[in-house]
């Protein structure tokens, strides 16, 4: 039975795993300020501010021309498009290396499982932009590049969180049909699956969501879209097109979390 008067137990403790923890994290994040070379006075000088307000003025008024409108409607479909067709391909790409990639039950040798993770680390390790770089000079400038540039990287991420979502779903269902003889196949399709498609389809979208920012950025390397529109016109200093842009990636965005949380709710109803 607890006393009463029992006095908490201290902050820090020398057999506390956690507290050790904590305080390298603490140690860790105090030795990067001082390493890194932090201006943060200048930041907050009065002219610091005073020129960042005058480069945020050169942008109002957006430029609001029906032909500009139609090109940058057109230029965010096409990142829309990317994105989309990019997560797609890498759903599907990572759900088939996941499975390699994960051990799916205690008895399960899982050979395949070590390259299967090797691959999905060297897919996810390389940025988006590196990738279109790359792909650009194969299949040249366009969204083309861009779209196999996010699913190449969004593959191993997605495959990565496909395997581990696999590996932790509840083994009751899978091992009572294994007793009844069933295979492997049947086993996935019919126990492990139904399981973790919810968990599946939730990562999927908020990948979408990313490759939404991604594909704007890719632009900048020649995969079109917004960020293509953004590399051109912030080149010419044309600051009033360059806001348009900049509001038709936020409207694009606001879209894509609003429509993504949506089928999240309808999912889990």
Request: contains cysteine; proline residues 6%; positive net charge.
């Amino acid at each position: 039975m607890n006393r009463p008067d029992r006095l908490p137990p201290p902050l820090f403790s020398a057999r506390c795993r956690a507290c050790w923890l904590v305080a390298g994290v603490f140690a860790l994040i105090v030795a990067s300020f001082l390493s890194l070379d932090l201006h943060l006075a200048a930041l907050a000088s009065g002219e610091a501010l005073a020129s960042m307000g005058r480069f945020l003025a050169e942008f109002a008024p957006p430029e609001l021309g029906a032909d500009f409108l139609a090109k940058t409607a057109a230029a965010a479909w096409e990142t829309l498009a990317m994105s989309a067709l990019g997560t797609l391909l890498a759903a599907a790409a990572g759900l088939l290396l996941a499975l390699p990639a994960a051990r799916l039950h205690a008895g399960d040798a899982a050979r395949a499982r070590g390259p299967a993770r090797l691959l999905l680390n060297a897919l996810r390790s390389v940025p988006e932009l590196v990738w279109a770089a790359l792909l650009i000079i194969g299949a040249g400038l366009g969204p083309f590049a861009g779209t196999l540039a996010l699913a190449l990287h969004t593959s191993g991420v997605l495959g990565r969180l496909f395997a581990e979502a696999l590996e932790n779903a509840p083994p009751g269902p899978a091992a009572a049909l294994r007793t009844q003889g069933a295979g492997a196949a049947r086993v996935l399709l019919y126990a492990t699956l139904p399981q973790v498609v919810p968990q599946l389809l939730s990562y999927t979208l908020y990948r979408w969501e990313n490759n939404i920012r991604a594909a704007t950025v890719l632009g900048v390397v020649g995969a079109g879209g917004l960020g293509q529109m953004l590399l051109f016109h912030l080149s010419l200093f044309q600051m009033h097109k360059t806001a348009t842009v900049l509001l038709a990636m936020g409207v694009l965005v606001v879209l894509v979390d609003g429509a993504s949380q949506a089928l999240r709710r309808w999912l889990t109803r």
